[in-house]
């Protein structure tokens, strides 16, 4: 069972305006939340992180968002740029370690001129 | 900096061969990993070190063998290559397993025919 869901596998947005890519989790456990960003033919970079006491970290033009009771977390990249085309994945974890670390499938982002 | 290393590249096996994928780190990083991301699906952890010496099981641990001679080094081991491990795999560090901001290497795609 999948214990964190990104339900969306593409996501199509013009050049200039916001992306809002969305992720669900199950375990209410999970305390750590994370997006990482992935080109092709290359690693997973790490992008953003929120722990459960908060329920918003800004970063630049990244800002995550976490509703705990919706067990719901989204990112939000404005404006976008074609640079930011690339796979997110949203992870989690119980213990705030990398080794309880748990994917999503990823979303798809693909920014248009 | 070269960060994390992973070679090969690209490895295509036969059913029943052996091989090993490399990973080196050169940050001193005491928390190593190995991932597979199949098509479709989100990483899955497959083994990991808290520091040399020390080696545990993730998600998907079957088929593979691991060890932590050193700090910077960990190797993943695959005994007998079946088709169902054909995926992409990817090696992180981290400074400790309580830091999740994991740096991957660029993968290594591999094919068991």
Redesign the interface.
Known sequence: DQQ?KQNS?SLSVQEGRISILNCDYTNSMFD?F?W?KKYP??????LI?ISSIKDKNEDGRFTVFLNKSAKHLSLHIVPSQPGDSAVY?C?A?E?????G??????THLIIQP | NAGVTQTPKFQVLKTGQSMTLQCAQDMNHEYMSWYRQDPGMGLRLIHYSVGAGITDQGEVPNGYNVSRSTTEDFPLRLLSAAPSQTSVYFCASSYSRHNTEAFFGQGTRLTVV
């Open positions: 964190v596998p750590y994370l990482y033919a290359e690693g997973p970079t790490f992180s994945f992870a974890s213990t705030g370690g990398a080794d670390l748990t994917f999503g499938k990823g």
